[in-house]
């Protein structure tokens, strides 16, 4: 069933003054029959449907799902992506496109979220690989290399050397799994090398092996978990990559019931969740969680909601992520009060580049040492402070668009979501904004490109456990990594990279507002209380679709009428000058963002090499989004216009210094012509690297190592150049 490109209709770019979900919805309503000979193999029936019910406000979440299933059930994009799908799930994916509710496909088992496609196709290719090179117990029941099948020896035998045997036990009965030369790509798919050796350890004796064998044999080793970074910061052809996972592992979320404190979890040194009381490291006097890197943020959210007595006080949305791989780039949440989740680590152990396992308590070097990017050794257990279990208030609503964050102008508004505010409602929204941003334990804002709503996810918690639920519900979870899962596939299909980039927008926002809360139009938001993690991790099955994304921290200087206060202004104007952006690009007939611009209002940093550090008033963490197959060219320049745009801000006649997180896109940006990297390192970072430097340097005096040491064994290009050049 090969889809090909008969002539189609050609539409002019519509008139930017009208550029809202409202004309665009009209314009697909109007044309989109017009397309039946280039898509003949969707139902643009349902499509019509679709779009006449949401552009009458007439919105079901359930039902705009089940129209997007059944439009696009005969496609080769659709049936792919269902057969990718495991059986159980198969059959409720099924079963919900013919009619059954969410509520009743769960009813009985509830919903476990099955891993994203994406990380399935990587660890796939290393199951691959693995299973025709692998190992296998003779009589003596130790485990040896297996002699692999002449026609994969040009694989595994590179120049007469076999993949090497690392144990992992002192008994030398536990090989190490070894993939020789797969390819890796990260999760964005913007970075691809392919490693000599993929290694993937489960235990730390294991790991110390393989640094020792990295030391003898001149290897450099980086780490990966989900491949969640879009910048280079991962391992390099023909050295060693350590991969927390594998298939086995992304398949299966281990039941909290089983991570046992001191306990490995299949074996998996790494996997192990447990609690110190009072450990004489900490001045505190508090509890302590110790987390193996390769936990991930859903078994860590299982974990927190079994025991109902303590959690994280912030994280990322993400789930299906590794807490090795949230710390490593120095990621973070929202809230105003809530700093960096590298600013809550008490405790990192790792081993180092002599293959010893060390530890690092002094809160000094931890300002280095918690957020290092690999570059101290391969980090094994993470500890945090803990606090007692508290309880998210939320109440989500979608606001209009100008009193969601209102314009510092009226004039800032694009014409097409302009609408005749009173000077008392642009008033009232400045105070309640001003109210969220500052005060909320929580606080972050979404807007959809051309939609005239915005989501606004602002909170606070309580101490009283009283009436919490588990949010969201089993059928609002299944519901939700329905739409996300349909993204993933959506986004690639015939139909979607051959429609306008304004219908593709319209058509994402119409996926995507569905399913945020509350899910029906006009409805009067709601309070639910729920558990903490629950509230972080509010959307579950994000990672199921790709995106493009570029993120800056702009600091929030003081305000000069009272420098106690924070001046919020220039986070309106970073909101904004993206959404005037988007509206002069509509003037040129492009549409480079397709997807979100996303806002978070948080703390500062005591991390020494985070964006956020300095930021006494907070930071506006602000990204752009959009999908991968947008036109790389129009992606690329809005990009660097936007990067140009956040870092133009001044405060007082000096330049603020808005820094891109280290996780997302940033290395092709230039600063005044120059490279994003030399920017870093000779302006943004200028004082904070030496101190970095300094504190790594004091930790290797104190355990055996120099600087030398560790940019030999743990850097890769781009460290060296930042750090090391």
Known sequence: MTEQVPP???????????????????????????????????????????????????????????????????????????DELDEETRKKVLSFREGASCGDLVKKDGFHLPSSPAAKHHFRLLD???????????????????????????????????????????DHKKIMKVYPEVEFENWGQNVKNTPKYTFVPTTILGLQNLIKYAKTNNFRVRCSGYRHSWSPTFSADNEILVSLLDLAQVNRIPDPLAIAPDAAVDGNELMSIDILEKPTFLSS??????????????????????????????????????????????CHGAGRRNKTLSDQVVAIEYVDANGVLQTVTDPKQLKAAAGCFGLLGVVTHISFELSPMKYALLKPDKTPISLAIPPLQLSDVPLALYKNWTEKDIKAAQADFEKRATDDFYSEWFWYTYQSTAWVNTWNTTDDPKDAEEWPSPAGIFLQWLQTWIGGWFSQTFFFRNIPGHWQAQFLAIAGMAVLPPLVFDLKPKTTKTYLPDGLHFFR???????????????????????????????????????KLVYREAERGRSPLRLTLELRIMGGSDVLMAPQKGNDHGTASIEVLTVPNAVPEQWEEFKQEVAEIWMGYEHDGAKLNARP???????????????????????????????????????GAKQGWTLADIQKRFSNALWDDIIYS
């Not at 979900?21 to 309503?29: D, P, S, T, V, W």
């Not at 994000?542 to 200087?557: G, S």
């Open 8 to 82: 189609h209709p050609e539409l002019p770019f519509p008139p930017v003054g009208r550029l809202n979900q409202n004309f665009i919805l009209g314009e697909i309503r109007d044309y989109i029959r017009d397309f039946h000979e280039l898509f003949p193999h969707v139902d643009l029936d349902v499509l019509l449907d679709l779009i006449t019910d949401v552009r009458r406000k007439q919105v079901n979440p359930e039902t705009q799902m089940r129209q997007f299933l059944l439009a696009f059930k005969n496609t080769e994009t659709f049936q792919k992506a269902l």
């Open 128 to 170: 691959k690989v693995h299973s025709l090179f692998h190992f296998k117990k003779d009589d003596s029941h130790e485990e040896v290399q297996q002699e692999p099948p002449a026609k994969i020896q040009a694989i595994i035998d590179h120049e007469g050397a076999k993949a090497p045997v690392v144990y992992e036990d002192a």
């Open 285 to 330: 006097g508090k509890n302590v969680v110790r987390v193996g890197a390769a936990v991930t943020n859903e078994a860590m959210r299982r974990w927190a909601i079994k025991n109902k007595q303590t959690a994280l006080d912030m994280d990322v949305i993400l789930v299906e992520v590794t807490i090795g791989g949230v710390n490593g780039p120095i």
């Open 541 to 579: 099955g994000i990672q199921n679709t790709r995106v493009r994304d570029m993120e800056f921290e702009i600091p929030i200087p003081p305000l000069s009428s009272d420098p106690s206060k924070p001046d919020l202004s220039i986070v309106q104007r970073a909101w904004w000058d993206v959404i």
């Open 661 to 699: 997180h280290w996780a997302k896109e940033w290395q092709t940006l230039t600063v005044n012509g120059e490279p994003m990297v030399k920017y870093l390192k000779e302006h943004a970072y200028k004082d904070q690297i030496p101190l970095f430097k300094a504190e790594l340097e004091e930790i």
